[in-house]
């Protein structure tokens, strides 16, 4: 299960620390800029779930918590600044990103992250790896 739901799984152990955070953190009560935080850290966890892996677009998945992460960021900035709260919060969405990057992953097309691809239903120049990490 991990092997073929990995990314997901980090993800939504991201999304989930988030929650537990936000409301158990400060006055424990989620506030209008921890519910946004929280919003994002659920959209970063279905949407790694949702997209499929390609052959030639393997790093999608981290990249799609790349750019929510970032998002995550700047929200937090933006809204309330940062304080020793936020930054816990933003620790971890780049910990959620990183563990969406290392994790492996199969989709039901039988692509999997990483090189070499076991899980790699196609064959041909398109489905090769080259040199770059394919996460």
């Known amino acids: ?3 073929k739901y990995g990314k997901a799984l980090a993800a939504v152990i991201g999304a989930a ?3 537990a955070y936000g409301a ?3 006055d424990q009560h989620i506030d209008p800029d921890e519910a946004v935080q929280i919003a994002i850290a659920t959209a970063t ?4 779930y949702l997209v499929p ?6 790093w999608a998945k981290t990249a799609i918590a790349i750019v929510l992460s970032v998002l995550q960021v700047l929200t937090t900035v933006l809204l309330g600044g940062l304080d020793s709260n ?7 969405a780049a910990l959620t990103a990183a563990g969406v990057g290392v994790a492996p992953a199969v989709s039901s097309n ?3 992250s990483g090189r070499g691809g076991a899980g790699t ?15």
Not at 53 to 58: I, S
Request: net charge positive; no cysteine; glycine share 10%.
């Open 1 to 3: 299960m991990l092997k």
């Open 45 to 48: 966890a279905v949407s790694v």
């Open 86 to 92: 936020e930054w816990i919060a933003l620790l971890l």
């Open 53 to 58: 892996l390609a052959p030639q677009y393997r």
């Open 121 to 135: 239903a196609a064959t041909g120049p398109s489905s090769t790896t080259t040199g770059a990490a394919a996460s």
């Open 17 to 19: 620390l988030t929650v």
């Open 110 to 112: 039988g692509v999997a």
């Open 24 to 26: 158990l953190s400060g």
